[in-house]
């Protein structure tokens, strides 16, 4: 099956700063989603984005599917962006997820 | 606003004890999933189904079988629960159909029921 691969596992920011996020996917894949997990639990989805850019306000993401990886870029953090983040690939109606990158922002 | 609402926040059980997690959708979704979360991991699909009486194991069925006999409701059931059982459990609902691509691949989650088996 497809493996999908984060980078960093964890991350730490003070409030304000940017960061990137990675997902590499170990195949083509027509679609590639962004979630974020909040602190207590609750998992929302970001961005359906199977190839391209998409913005949402601070938040942007851009999927590269030739060279399978995507990104998600947070600009300007704050402190209710921390939690876990996730990226899915999709495959039928089964979602894989990769590991998570767990964000941590200082106030 | 879709709701997938999980019976429990936060439940203890003891090794060998019958577990049931309920999971239940208010919007008419075909499909229901339930998912384990452990650190490192991310979600690994246990099980779902597209339909009632309907499923299909996902990537890590042993342990854990599952029952939808109406359409709102899918429960995940450990017959016989183990250490290696405890985890954070999250179910999600998502339509069949839908006006675009995009609706038909949402998956709208739950707020997780974190099991300890003791």
């Known amino acids: 099956g497809i493996q999908v691969e984060q980078s960093p596992p964890d991350l730490i920011l003070q409030e304000g700063a940017n960061s990137t996020l990675r997902c590499n996917f170990s195949d083509s894949v027509n679609n590639l989603q962004w979630f974020h997990q909040n602190p207590w639990g609750q998992l929302i989805n970001l961005f359906y984005i199977p190839s391209g850019t998409k913005q949402n306000g601070r938040l942007s993401a851009t999927t590269v599917a030739t060279e399978r990886y995507s990104l998600l870029y947070i600009s300007s953090s704050q402190t209710t962006d921390s939690g876990v983040y996730f990226c899915a690939s999709l495959r039928g109606n089964m979602l894989t997820f990769g590991g998570g990158t767990r964000l941590m922002v200082k106030p | 606003d879709v709701k997938v609402t999980q019976s429990s926040r936060y439940l203890v059980k003891r090794t060998g004890e019958k577990v049931f997690l309920e999971c239940v959708q208010d919007m008419d979704h075909e499909n229901m999933f339930w998912y384990r979360q452990d650190p490192g991991l991310g979600l690994r699909l246990i099980y779902f189904?597209?339909?009632?009486?309907?499923?299909e194991k996902g990537d890590i069925p042993e342990g854990y079988s599952v029952s939808r006999e109406k359409k709102e409701r899918f429960s995940l059931i450990l017959e016989s629960a183990s250490t290696n059982q405890t985890s954070m459990y999250l179910c999600?609902?998502?339509?069949?159909?839908?006006?675009?691509?995009?609706?038909?691949?949402?998956?709208?989650f739950g707020a997780g029921t974190r099991l300890s088996v003791l």
């Open positions: 999600a609902s998502s339509p069949t159909s839908g006006r675009t691509l995009l609706a038909k691949n949402i998956q709208y």
């Open positions: 189904s597209y339909d009632v009486k309907m499923k």
